[in-house]
């Protein structure tokens, strides 16, 4: 991680803290519709965080690739990135 590191950590403090309020949700049997609704809260700032790495990938790993000029490093990278927004669709 290089330019989104702070920003992504905190995404992820916060989600945190989000998943532990689901939990005493849960305990407390509170309604589901409730319950999903959070759930769909931290899908979508999961999703945040996601976007947040894939963009610092495409910034700094695949920029380097480019900037190398080494075409075999240049399809790596691009196969990668690639794989993980096929994976980032679900």
């Known amino acids: 991680m290089h330019g ?11 989600l945190e803290g989000q998943v532990r309020g689901v939990a005493r949700m849960v305990e407390k049997d509170r309604y589901c519709v409730d319950i999903l609704t959070q759930i769909a809260a931290i899908r979508a700032a999961l ?32 196969t990668e990135l690639l794989e993980l927004l096929d994976k980032a669709r679900g």
């Open 4 to 14: 989104n590191r702070d920003a992504t950590l905190k995404r992820l403090r916060r």
């Open 47 to 78: 999703k945040g965080v996601e976007k947040l790495v894939i963009d610092d990938h495409a910034a700094h790993c695949i920029e380097d690739a480019v900037a190398s000029g080494d075409p075999a490093q240049q399809r790596e990278k691009f």
